[in-house]
């Protein structure tokens, strides 16, 4: 870098919002932090540029080193996937924005790194409600489907009442009928028994 240009570069590094790393994923070094990174993770310098990458990654060193691979082939690179460890407390969500930079002969990333725990916890909270509508959803989904077949079965029993009394009213009206027909028979009988008690 000319000498131009690393006053600049060094006053941005020291006073930018971002936390900046510099990274050599080969040899699990890191070689710079700006005192944002430092503070965002809570190491000093002397302890974060001390510390193995593989120790700001823990289990993740085969990701790094894919993301670097990555970076170096197309001049730039961002994931989401790589969790940071701070000097206390859990692994913190992070997204990083990384590019190639030399660093005397020596092919380095230059990391740009933002705090994602505000993102994934409402990233997770968007997919619990999301969870909770679907829950809902199919919920009310069985509760149609419930009460569509309690309708069905409820019309169902309808219908076998309706034919029933149907068939009950014509069997009523056969009946009447018969017991019409049948008055109708006994009123010339009874006529002659009339006469005859008259003589």
Known sequence: MPDSMERPFQQIFAYTNDAIFIIDPARDAILEANPKACAMLGYSREEAVSLLLSALCPGEMSSVKTFAQTVFEYGQGW????????KAGQPMPAEMSAVPVDMDGVRCLLV?????TDIKQVEEALRKT????EQVMEEKTLELRTAHEILKEQALL?????????KAEKELRRFQKMVGDGQAVSQPGRREADDSSRR
């Open 79 to 86: 994931t989401n996937a790589l969790p940071l460890a701070p």
């Open 112 to 116: 740009l790194v933002r705090d994602a």
């Open 130 to 133: 999301s969870d909770e509508m």
């Open 158 to 166: 309808r219908s076998v009442a309706e034919k029933a009394l149907r």
